[in-house]
């Protein structure tokens, strides 16, 4: 069982907007800043958010990310066939003295 | 350029041990704290081990803690990772990544592509 939860499974049609969500408590996400990252079937997990909401250099502006108390959030709008795939979050736990993770969300681009 | 490459990855009895192996190339090796992540088949990513950059701190997750270890070759600029008393459920692709912040920053910003382990007989 994942220390952070998110829905196990998102979908949307091209053009459209989604959300995945992400909760976790005082001593994870509460406490210190959340990552997003994207798993492509096959592929190398790739960092697509830092400190809550900074985007790397290369990830498209339509994926945005936010944070509020214990929950964060990543919102991808004009979706995309090749944006289907696992999501994930993360943040450092103080109470693990390591980091949580979430159990990923699958977005399937109908 | 910037790369994490794994190896190691094979079959493996239930009881035996692994040592996996992650190369580091394009950037300072010596600078980073590394991770060692996995996901079994139909799973999440699951964090396994963590080091800090100089070796000095390390952390284990409840499910691997007391037979794995991690470690670090500055040398080489490699990342390891050595598991014992395998059973079933270490099946998976294992990933290494690179850690930009340990702590209240936390995040990894390079990854490997990972390398298939699986524990049957």
């Known amino acids: 069982q994942s220390v952070l939860t998110q829905p196990p499974s998102a979908s949307g049609t091209p053009g459209q907007r989604v959300s995945v969500s992400c909760s976790g408590s005082?001593?994870?996400?509460?406490?210190?800043?959340v990552s997003w990252y994207q798993h492509l079937p096959g592929t190398a997990p790739k960092l697509l958010f830092y400190n809550n909401d900074r985007r790397p250099s290369g990830v498209p502006d339509r994926f945005s990310a936010s944070k509020s108390d214990t929950s964060a959030s990543l919102a991808i709008s004009g979706l995309q066939s090749e944006d289907e795939g696992d999501y994930y979050c993360?943040?450092?736990?103080?109470?693990?003295?390591?980091?949580?993770f979430g159990g990923g969300t699958k977005l399937t681009v109908l | 350029q910037i790369q994490l490459k794994e190896s190691g990855g094979g079959v493996v009895q239930p009881g035996g041990s692994l040592g996996l192996s992650c190369g580091a190339s394009g950037f300072t090796f010596s600078t980073y704290s590394f991770l060692w992540v996995r996901q079994a088949p139909g799973k999440g990513l699951e964090w396994l081990a963590v080091i800090s950059y100089d070796g000095t701190k390390t952390y284990y997750a409840d499910s691997v803690k007391g037979r794995s270890t991690i470690s670090r070759d500055k040398s080489t600029d490699t990342l390891s990772l050595r598991m014992h008393s395998l059973r079933s459920e270490d099946s998976g692709v294992y990933f290494c990544?690179?850690?930009?912040?340990?702590?209240?920053?936390?995040?990894?910003?390079?990854w490997g592509k990972g390398t298939t382990v699986t524990v049957s007989s």
């Open positions: 993360a943040a450092w736990d103080d109470n693990l003295s390591g980091p949580a």
């Open positions: 005082s001593s994870d996400i509460g406490s210190n800043t």
């Open positions: 990544a690179r850690v930009a912040a340990l702590g209240h920053f936390f995040y990894m910003d390079v």
